[in-house]
């Protein structure tokens, strides 16, 4: 995994309703060794970690600078990234977390690492919430001109496809 990917994992992470173990499986669909192993326990410790970064996120969206900076602080400070070269699969990579740790060991850490690797990259005026009434997720925007507004091409679409009705019903 690169920094990337882990924003990725923070991203899912609090854009996801993780009422059962079942959602967080979902939730960690792209990592099938965290998925397949999630528990009850690592349900209640990534709920916290969803909360914490959400509050991040909203105070990144409204450019709260020293919010983000406590925020992020504290989620490194709770669950620290613990580097780990690894080579299984073929593929030199690193995890942020002992590959026998359960898996919200190393979802926690690579959230954390995550956030605070994206903010360093991105700053603070690239983090938005998706303006269709009915989501509310959270994105980094690395579009060339800053002007995303959905978190994803099915919100927009169906934002967009709702308005073109509406003016054609008129």
């Known amino acids: ?82 580097p780990r070269l690894s080579g299984h699969s073929g593929a030199w990579h690193i995890h942020v977390a002992d590959a026998d740790a359960p898996p919200a060991t190393e979802v926690a850490a690579a959230s954390a690492w995550g956030l605070a690797q994206a903010v360093v990259r991105h700053g603070l005026d690239r983090w938005g919430q998706c303006a269709a009434e009915d989501c509310g997720n959270y994105y980094l925007d690395s579009s060339t001109n800053r002007a995303k507004r959905f978190c994803s091409p099915r919100c927009a679409n169906r934002v967009h496809v709702a308005a073109f009705r509406s003016r054609n019903r008129d």
């Open 1 to 82: 995994m690169d920094n990337g990917d882990y924003l990725d994992v923070a991203l899912r992470l609090v854009n996801a309703d993780l009422p059962d173990v079942p959602a967080l499986q979902a939730a960690l669909h792209d990592e099938p060794w965290w998925a397949c192993r999630a528990t009850e326990e690592d349900l209640t410790v990534l709920r916290s970690v969803a909360s914490d970064a959400r509050a991040v996120l909203d105070a990144a969206v409204s450019g709260d600078a020293d919010q983000v900076l406590a925020g992020v602080n504290a989620l490194l400070a709770a669950h620290p990234p613990r």
